[in-house]
């Protein structure tokens, strides 16, 4: 029986990558140079600590829950928009897909503000996977359900996560005073969203147990909301109603939408990010619209310009995740990426070696 496996990428794939990687050797090598200034420098050490934080939370939080200083460092925050928007094709698309999906998104990503990351990633994301969508994903398959190993994977990333999230939500803020807000609020904002997962994950589930689906995201969904206000908000009983909310909107959408709501809109989100990252984000984006026409009431030659700025950047993210989430799927459709076929969605054999499934392979 012939092998149903994509043709080899043996050779395409280490030559993207290689591609891309000597390009950017050249652009670092042209555009990019040490500053040795002392000032500078001593800044760079002050935010070293941070930046490790924010490393930890990136790689081993947003990778096992899903998969330098300051020039780096909005780089590596830059990647958790990849990170987000993969999780809702993971398992349906081969490594050189990934691999474009992530030049597309981050060069389009640049124009964004780093508060709309998660935002942007997750529509961008959706985008991507209902251009991807197949009749046959409206049904869970084997592989795609989840094992308590695996579960256990993904928890490991939840708590990296919410340890360092108030580190992720201060980390680009200069003042002193407003960075400490930011931190403060951000904690009482997961804290509360932790209880929220909690406390809805045993009322909305049949059997009134806790759902790990709940707990391993709507954890976070407080961190995600604060993304914009952080550093606005001043009284602490807003971060923790705003943290509150989020979670039960993140636990009320996996309960409720998630069954219903993509089928309908013909999307297959394998992570569920539009229910960790998507709408609360929208919601932290609303909300901080909110705050920022209360603290202009005073002025109201500066109310309606503040008002109009903020919905438009919240509006012009959320415009170019999905076109650029729907361009990009265009692309990942074509046959030059080799895309698995349908019959191997979420099958990791045609790129990992397992010796005791050899046989026939």
């Known amino acids: 029986m012939a092998s149903q496996y994509p043709p080899s990428l043996q050779i395409r794939l280490p030559v993207l ?29 002050t935010v070293y600590p941070v930046f490790q934080d924010v490393n930890v939370m990136v790689i081993l939080g947003f990778a096992f829950l899903l998969a330098f200083l300051k020039s780096i460092l909005e780089a590596l925050i830059t990647v958790t928009t990849v990170l987000i928007s993969a999780g809702a094709i993971l398992g349906k698309v081969n490594l050189m897909q990934l691999i474009w999906m992530a030049v597309v998104e981050v060069t389009v990503k640049s124009h964004v503000s780093l508060m709309h990351v998660h935002l942007f990633g997750a ?7 209902w251009k991807l969508y197949h009749s046959s994903l409206s049904s869970r398959v084997e592989k795609e359900r989840s094992k308590p190993v695996l579960d256990n994977f993904a928890m490991l990333g939840t708590l990296f996560l919410w340890m360092f999230w108030p580190s992720f939500n201060s980390v680009l803020i200069m003042e002193a005073k407003e960075k400490w ?66 979670g039960a ?48 009431l005073e002025n109201l030659s500066v109310l309606g310009y503040e008002a109009l700025i903020e919905s438009g950047a919240l509006s012009l993210s959320m415009a170019l995740g ?40």
């Open 181 to 246: 807000i930011a931190v403060y609020n951000t904690y009482f904002a997961v804290a509360a969203s932790a209880i929220s997962a909690f406390s809805l994950s045993v009322a909305t589930s049949r059997n009134g147990k806790l759902r790990m689906a709940h707990i391993q995201n709507a954890t976070l969904a407080g961190g995600v909301a604060l993304g914009f206000s952080a550093s606005i908000i001043q009284h602490p009983w807003i971060a923790m109603t705003l943290g509150l909310t989020a």
């Open 249 to 296: 909107v993140s636990v009320l959408g996996f309960a409720f939408l998630k069954e219903r709501l993509d089928p309908a809109l013909r999307i297959h989100d394998t992570c569920g990010i539009h229910y960790t990252f998507g709408l609360p984000s929208l919601l932290g984006g609303i909300v901080y619209i909110i705050l920022i026409v209360m603290n202009s």
């Open 322 to 361: 999905m076109i650029g989430g729907f361009i990009t799927g265009f692309f990942l459709t074509c046959k030059f990426w080799k895309a698995p076929p349908i019959t191997k969605y979420f099958d990791d054999q045609a790129y990992w070696e397992f010796p005791h499934l050899a046989v026939g392979y």
């Open 123 to 129: 529509y961008f994301g959706i985008m991507v996977s």
């Open 17 to 45: 990558i290689l591609f891309l990687e000597v390009t950017f050797i050249l652009i670092f090598y042209f555009c990019f140079s040490y500053d040795h200034n002392p000032q500078h420098l001593q800044k760079d050490l």
